[in-house]
């Protein structure tokens, strides 16, 4: 009976809100990359929330030109182009200004180097810190009345309730709903994981 509950009470949620999830300091890199960094492809670990993504099994050390983070996530599969994302609090720790931008726009973006047990991967560009998005299916776009490459506020149900402003909408077949904030962002509104977000328009 519980379980039965609890499954109406996650459902009707799901309608009203989209669950948040905090996104840590991470890279996308190539199948080349990937055999110079580890001597092999990417191998999955765990499935992410988005369809076709997954943590990997792999790890890097991300090296900047005053510090560096060692143990970083790889996510898969592999891209036809490198990507790190970072907040901007890792920004200071390496000693660089990369810009907030959406996925995949890496143009005029600074560069970082990736070392792997393997070898050394020095990128010409790459380094982003994510802005704040929100995946939707078509469906669930339509059901909260945006369209892709809107921007909508977002109200957070969380320890430190905020509202975050000019919050991405981006919209896809492929996407699952779920709204994604970086550390900084995540640690500021007292995240939790299983909290929820209420778009506004």
Same mark, same amino acid.
């Given at each position: 009976?519980?379980?039965?509950?609890?499954?109406?009470?996650?459902? !009707?949620?799901?309608?009203?809100?989209?669950?948040?999830?905090?996104?840590?300091?991470?890279?996308?890199?190539?199948?080349?990359?990937?055999m110079?960094?580890?001597?092999?492809?990417?191998?999955?670990?765990? #499935?992410?929330?988005? #369809?076709?993504?997954?943590?990997?099994?792999?790890?890097?050390?991300?090296?900047? #030109?005053?510090?560096?983070?060692?143990?970083?996530? !790889?996510?898969?599969?592999?891209?036809?182009?490198?990507?790190?994302?970072?907040?901007?609090?890792?920004?200071? /720790?390496?000693?660089?200004?990369?810009?907030?931008?959406?996925?995949?726009? /890496?143009?005029?973006?600074?560069?970082?180097?990736?070392?792997?047990?393997?070898?050394?991967?020095?990128?010409?560009?790459?380094?982003?810190?994510?802005?704040?998005?929100?995946?939707?299916?078509?469906?669930?776009?339509?059901?909260?009345?945006?369209?892709?490459?809107?921007? /909508?506020?977002?109200?957070?149900f969380?320890?430190? #309730?905020?509202?975050?402003?000019?919050?991405? !909408?981006? /919209?896809?077949?492929?996407?699952?709903?779920?709204?994604h904030?970086?550390?900084?962002?995540?640690?500021?509104?007292?995240?939790?994981?299983?909290?929820?977000?209420?778009?506004?328009?």
């Amino acid at each position: 009976m519980e379980s039965g509950l609890q499954a109406v009470t996650d459902a !009707v949620l799901r309608r009203l809100f989209v669950e948040l999830e905090a996104s840590g300091r991470h890279a996308h890199i190539t199948r080349e990359q990937a055999m110079h960094l580890f001597g092999h492809p990417l191998t999955p670990k765990k #499935p992410l929330s988005q #369809p076709g993504q997954y943590l990997a099994n792999e790890r890097l050390t991300v090296l900047g #030109p005053k510090g560096e983070f060692q143990n970083v996530a !790889v996510l898969g599969p592999e891209r036809k182009e490198a990507q790190v994302e970072i907040s901007l609090t890792d920004g200071r /720790v390496l000693g660089l200004n990369a810009p907030i931008r959406l996925s995949g726009d /890496v143009e005029n973006s600074p560069g970082i180097s990736l070392l792997g047990p393997k070898g050394r991967v020095d990128l010409d560009r790459g380094l982003i810190v994510a802005q704040r998005h929100i995946h939707l299916s078509p469906e669930a776009a339509e059901h909260f009345c945006v369209r892709d490459g809107q921007k /909508v506020r977002l109200e957070t149900f969380t320890r430190r #309730p905020c509202i975050f402003e000019e919050v991405i !909408v981006r /919209v896809s077949p492929n996407f699952s709903p779920a709204v994604h904030l970086d550390y900084d962002e995540a640690n500021a509104c007292g995240f939790a994981a299983g909290d929820f977000g209420r778009i506004l328009q």
